[in-house]
């Protein structure tokens, strides 16, 4: 090999560029996961503002604190904080163990005077929790030996569910009280299996392994949580191995990607749904059956999402509580057609809508709504696509004026259905669409039956009768692509959290 | 006497744009679609719900009440709290700006290197074709906007050569001991170069996006003026003196031709921050811009009030240091 003065300062240039600037680490040895999400995290505590509510930063919150009662990667409760719980005879009371031994960040000891003051503290208006109309359905909040007891104001058969679900956490009461909000914002601590080390808004999170957790100590002793917000930018961290970990990237590149490096690709509780308005058309129990009956919802999940999707035909996917599979709606557009004869549209003489949807904003959101609307054409529906921002759908359906069909997904980790079906469909709340006075009927004692397994029949024949009355049309469930390096495991959990704590070395 | 009127006519008129600013962006905001609340309500919600956090952040006063509560706060150099981050907005906003201006600053001087390379060359070449390659590079990098540079760039030097870093701005396992957030100034300050390399290695790549496309617009520029420099007669005569053709473009002709090309590169500096919300993004740096997408992403009506009206001001300050430096350098401006 000749060496000239020219190759020799190439060389030497790129030797020190690549000296002082470093490769980014490479997956095989793996000290520090380094994970991108796919948002950033504006606010530490999870219990009040915008954040709380916010499902995609559930799973950064859940990595510091604890909520009372935890939740398994299938959506099933477990003992957590609360090693027990439950009302007392005649509902006036709820009763709620709580674990002894555990540790804050700090050292100090957690106890039940923690868990009374954080569900006294959410049920305060002043508070400015989002969830306050559930919390608030305790009062009276007392310790007693290693037992909390609340008075029952208003029975809410969810109320335990919402211990696993938004705004559920435990923040540590002499440290919070000490310290203010800001104080707590600037240096959070929680019992959780992650302390916070460095944050960096809009940049990132390091977090330090809780060898103290109650729950056994994580295998990764530290983890950086990238905020990489955009979805190119995310690809590229994994390819590149700047990243270990990462999520929700496009299913394209998850097939192209699973190839060098491990993919997981599981079903969460987040569906794609068309909201039906009832007005203008949508008032005819003809032209919602049709519309329903003309979607082919497994071709467009084959065609448009890779396959990654699960077809459903009721808000409620098969991990939730009031799933019934008997329940079904066929894709028939010989149907669709008659239904609509019988109203006196064709393909000639079409039905007219409007159906708003967001772009981008879901996995091809728009392109599953010019599907849909390619195939109503077919069957004598003409529908005009309006595509606007989330900010203006949930605006628009605050206002019950949403157009007569719109796009949207609706998500819910908690697995209930008052949480799914019910709030989507009850008239009365500002997040429902349809206003129909039998649906609300159906639903009414629903709301504090307090026998179980009659509430949960009561959501199954719910379901049926929006499915058999096309009250909405549920689309599909999605699937969460997650791509990790070949060293690591990661143990999706169908709530959409990722949880660093739940991976392992392979 | 005439300048400092000047400058104080300008102040004046700065006062009253910036006015003008926060009047618009207060109103536009609160008019296009997305209200916060209704984005922070989970179903279930009731009415009452609704009101009540309406109330707590202020929202259900008129409009014009807003304003002069907002208004009056910012005058005291109070801009309210963050909805999202629940943070002071100056704060968050002084926070992230030394990111951006850094990457900004970094992003003009590679500009001005790749532009400047290009014109001299091109000059040098002009005729040739070599000229006409440069054109044809300068059209390109000008037809291609920032953030498609930016992706382009992750692929070469992060994904398939993997030289720079292409996320964030520092790399998070290090411990910086900085006192302000301007790194890539105090890291030099402090004589700590392992911290400037990792810095400059995260920072490049976005830097390099933004510089394309003004490198192009510098080059051209500077190329146009200094071919007609070229022709007058001082070059002439510095060419008859046996001086070499390097000699006359850098030594002779260069001076007179690059002023109007400073002029355009102070102007282009502002749209240079502005340029960064979509790089910002790409990169996911920490600065300004990835701020703004967020805090309109989550209609934090407070955070995109105190973003906007820093860029303002940025804007306004960068246009009159410009304005200024014009009178002081043209004469004719300077005695009217």
Known sequence: ?506 | MQLLRAVLLRLATTAVTLLGVAVIVFVVIRVVPGNPIAMMLPPGATEADVARLTAQYGLDKSLPEQFLIWAGGVLRGDFGLSITARQPVLDLVLGRLPATLELSVMALVIACLLGGFAALTGTRARGTGGEAAIDVANGMALSIPDFLWGLILVLLFGVLWPLFHISGRVTPSLELPFTTDFYLFESVLRLRFDLWANIVSHMFLPALALAIPLAAIIGQLLKQSLKETMHLDYVTLARTKGYGENHVILREALRNAILPTLTLVGVQFTFLIGGTVIIERLFSYEGLGNLAIDAVINRDLPLIQGIVILFAVIFTAVNLCVDLLYAVLNPRLRHG
């Open chain 1, 1 to 506: 090999m000749n060496l000239n003065r020219r190759t020799m300062l190439k060389l030497s240039v790129a030797g020190t560029a690549l000296g002082a600037f470093g490769l980014p680490a490479l997956a095989q040895q793996i000290d520090e996961l380094v994970i991108a999400y796919n948002v950033t995290l504006p606010s530490w505590d999870p219990t009040v503002g915008p954040s709380a509510v916010n499902p995609t930063i559930q799973g950064i919150y859940q990595s510091v604190f604890d909520q009372f009662i935890l939740q398994q990667p299938d959506l099933k409760p477990a003992p957590g904080l609360l090693t027990e719980w439950g009302w007392n005879e005649d509902y006036t009371q709820v009763w709620m163990t709580v674990r002894e031994g555990v540790k804050w960040h700090d050292g100090s000891d957690f106890t039940a005077e923690d868990v009374a003051w954080n569900l006294a503290r959410v049920a305060n208006p002043e508070t400015g929790s989002p969830i306050q109309f559930v919390w608030g359905t305790l009062a009276n909040h007392r310790v007693e030996g290693n037992k909390v007891i609340a008075d029952v104001v208003q029975f809410d058969p969810t109320i335990f569910k919402w211990m696993y679900f938004l705004t559920g956490y435990v923040l540590p009461k002499a440290y919070y009280e000490k310290v203010g909000a800001e104080g707590f914002e600037a240096a959070p601590i929680g019992t959780g299996p992650y302390m916070v080390e460095k944050f960096e808004r809009n940049a990132f999170v390091r977090l330090k392994a809780n060898e103290n957790y109650w729950g056994g100590a994580p295998e990764f002793k530290t983890v950086t949580i990238k905020f990489v917000t955009d979805a190119a930018a995310r690809v590229a961290e994994v390819e590149s191995g700047n990243s270990h970990v990462t999520l929700e990237v496009p299913y394209e590149e998850y097939d192209r990607l699973k190839a060098t490096l491990t993919g997981v690709a599981a079903p969460v509780s987040d569906i794609g749904m068309i909201f039906l308005n009832d007005i203008e058309v949508m008032t005819d129990p003809n032209v919602r059956k049709a519309a329903a009956h003309a979607i082919d919802k497994q071709t467009i999940i084959d065609r448009l999402l890779s396959g990654y999707g699960v077809k459903i035909d009721t808000l409620e996917t098969p991990e939730y509580d009031a799933y019934d599979p008997s329940i079904t709606v066929d894709y028939n557009p010989e149907k669709a057609v008659e239904l609509l004869a019988a109203s006196g549209y064709s393909v000639d003489n079409p039905v007219k809508f409007k159906i708003q949807t967001t772009k981008g904003f879901k996995p091809k959101d728009y392109e599953m709504v010019q599907a849909i609307v390619g195939l109503w054409r077919k069957v004598g529906i003409e529908a005009e696509i309006e595509v606007y921002e989330i900010a203006k759908h949930y605006e628009l359906r605050a206002a019950d004026q949403l157009a007569p069909a719109a796009f949207y997904n609706w998500g819910n980790s908690v697995a209930d259905p008052t949480t799914s079906t019910g709030f989507a469909m009850y008239g009365p709340s500002p997040h429902s669409v349809w206003d129909g006075q039998e649906l609300i009927d159906m639903i009414n004692p629903l709301w504090g039956e307090k026998d179980e397994a009659k509430r949960i029949e009561g959501w199954k024949a719910v379901s049926k009768y929006i499915a058999d009355e096309a009250l909405v049309i549920p689309l599909l469930q999605y699937v969460q692509p997650i791509l990790s390096a070949k060293g690591v495991v990661v143990t999706p959990h169908a709530s959409g959290a990722l949880l660093p704590h739940l991976m392992k070395r392979a």
